[in-house]
Nanobody, 123 residues
Framework: QVQLVESGGGSAQAGGSLKLSCVVS????????MGWFRQAPVKEREGVAL???????RYADSVKGRFTISKDNNKHTLYLEMDNLKPEDSAMYYC?????????????????WGQGTQVTVSS
């Protein structure tokens, strides 16, 4: 069955860096769209970064210029490089996979989700 497993979260100081990984198993092909989303306590889940099967990237305004999404199709792994972290980046980060040929911010469009990895940024 399809599984997405995130790793790489942890604690960092403001201005520091973390790199998240998401290993996908159970799929025999590269899906049209993968993304990173995050959710802080008492807040709604929000999109962070998206990448389609042509490696085209999109970012939320709040992380643009600081975060970089990438993927390695051979390793079935999605990455999120986070630089210049800010306390407001603290959240549970989830990777998601969309089987429909589209790539957007609507969370309900994504078919599969990982369990999440916690990122905590201190000032």
């Amino acid at each position: 069955q399809v599984q997405l497993v995130e790793s790489g979260g942890g604690s960092a100081q403001a201005g520091g860096s973390l790199k998240l990984s998401c290993v996908v198993s159970g799929l025999t092909y590269s899906t049209p769209c993968m993304g990173w989303f995050r959710q802080a306590p008492v807040k709604e889940r929000e999109g962070v970064a998206l990448i389609d099967n042509d490696f085209s990237e999109r970012y939320a305004d709040s992380v643009k210029g600081r975060f970089t999404i990438s993927k390695d199709n051979n390793k079935h792994t999605l990455y999120l490089e986070m630089d210049n972290l800010k306390p407001e980046d603290s959240a549970m980060y989830y990777c998601a996979d969309n089987l429909v040929p589209s790539c957007g911010w609507y969370t309900q469009a994504y078919n599969y989700w990982g369990q999440g990895t916690q990122v905590t940024v201190s000032s």
